[in-house]
Nanobody, 125 residues
Framework: DVQLQASGGGLVQAGRSLRLSCAAS????????IGWFRQAPGKEREGVSC????????YYADSVKGRFTISSVNAENTVYLQMNSLKPEDTAVYHC??????????????????WGKGTLVTVSS
C-alpha cells in the first residue's frame, strides 16, 4: 500500500521554526516528485513546495520563498520541509503529496497521484 506519513506539526510562536517530515512507502520514491500542500480554514488549498527526487529541482510558492526549504533523503524515503520565520498566515493543515511527472504539477492538488493525511501547523502571534 502507498503511504505518505506526515509528521512534525504543532503549535509555535510567530518567528520560530518547525520541520515537517513525510515518510513515503509503497512506490518508487526516487522517481517521484514529493511535496506539500496546505489548507487553512476558509482559504483555498495551496501548493507550498515540491522536490523532484530524480533531478533535485524544487518549487516554492511565492508566499514561502526565502523562509521554507524542502529537502529529500532518498536513502530514508523521506522528504523534509524546514519552515523558518513562521507567520500566523502559515497556520494550516499540511499534506504530503506525490506525483510522477512534472514539477509544475505542484500547484494542482488534483494532478497528484498520492495524498497523505495532514499534520496541523498553528502559528500564534
Amino acid at each position: 500500500d502507498v503511504q505518505l506519513q506526515a509528521s512534525g506539526g504543532g503549535l509555535v510562536q510567530a518567528g520560530r521554526s518547525l520541520r515537517l517530515s513525510c515518510a513515503a512507502s509503497g512506490f518508487s520514491f526516487d522517481d517521484y516528485i514529493i511535496g506539500w500542500f496546505r489548507q487553512a480554514p476558509g482559504k483555498e488549498r495551496e501548493g507550498v513546495s515540491c522536490i523532484s527526487n530524480s533531478d533535485g529541482r524544487t518549487y516554492y510558492a511565492d508566499s514561502v520563498k526565502g523562509r521554507f526549504t524542502i529537502s529529500s533523503v532518498n536513502a530514508e524515503n523521506t522528504v523534509y520541509l524546514q519552515m523558518n520565520s513562521l507567520k500566523p498566515e502559515d497556520t494550516a493543515v499540511y499534506h504530503c503529496v506525490a506525483v510522477d511527472n512534472l514539477l509544475e504539477a505542484c500547484t494542482n492538488w488534483d494532478a497528484m497521484d498520492y495524498w497523505g493525511k495532514g499534520t496541523l501547523v498553528t502559528v500564534s502571534s
